[in-house]
């Protein structure tokens, strides 16, 4: 029951802090992110002082009236903003971004992360085999960054920023992406000669590639979970004599785990159990 506790209370610290960030961040009432109109009216909150704008009295008609929901998540309003875009078929915006931010950013950014993903899956696969020359053989990706050389890393970053630097002119947030140019999000002119010329086909290419690229962000984050947890490369997935993930998260740096187990001083005899192992 202690161990619950502890582990209710350190749950709680972190969703108030989000809580209270989101809070800030928005400058208003749950739900903190804008939904529409129709959906402060529904029954869930009808009455509620949490929801905010919520006091003020709502005309019968109006609240008992059928919400147009999400067909994913039913239980959610249907995102508004997403009409017209490649995806917008799954309605699935539960956070309610498509209501905040500009919508042609958000495109952009999750073409950009899927289409970088969908490289970087292949080469973390890769890295247990394949070396390029010059490069020391790491069959752990994740140790990759400290084997490679200085000049091969410095060149991953010089193309990566100027890359990201000219695609756009120089312009990279989103007040200022879009702002002179009706540019379709996501288009670099780049390949688009290789695109087939039906309109219907086409679509479906793009459609594959959002899938395809929104799998490899979920995939090349479980790569990574993988070999933090194995503390080892993707292969095989179960190391030989690996017993379970015992101190998988350890933490190196001594002087954030004495600030961490601050509170640990002075009863060495009983350890947090947070820390077991690590």
Known sequence: MQLKELRNGRLAMLAFGGIVTSAVYTQSTWPFFACPEAARTSSFARGSALCGGLQSSVKKGTAV???????????LPKPQNLKGYIGEEQEFDPLGFSDTFDMRWLREAELKHGRVCMLASLGFFAQQWITFPG???TPNALDSIYTANPGGMATLIFLAGYIESSSYGG?????????????????????????????AKAKDLALRELNNGRLA??????MIHHNLVVKGPLFPLFPEGWTGPQGSWGIEDQSTLGALTMGMIGNESAPDPFFAGR
């Open 171 to 199: 312009k990279l947030t989103m007040l200022d992406m879009f702002e002179d140019t009706d540019r379709a999000p996501g288009d670099l002119d780049f390949g688009k000669k290789f695109l087939p010329k039906d309109e």
């Open 217 to 222: 962000m979920l995939g090349f984050s479980g």
């Open 135 to 137: 490069f020391t053989p």
């Open 65 to 75: 009236r059928a919400l147009e929901t999400s067909r994913s998540l039913p239980f």
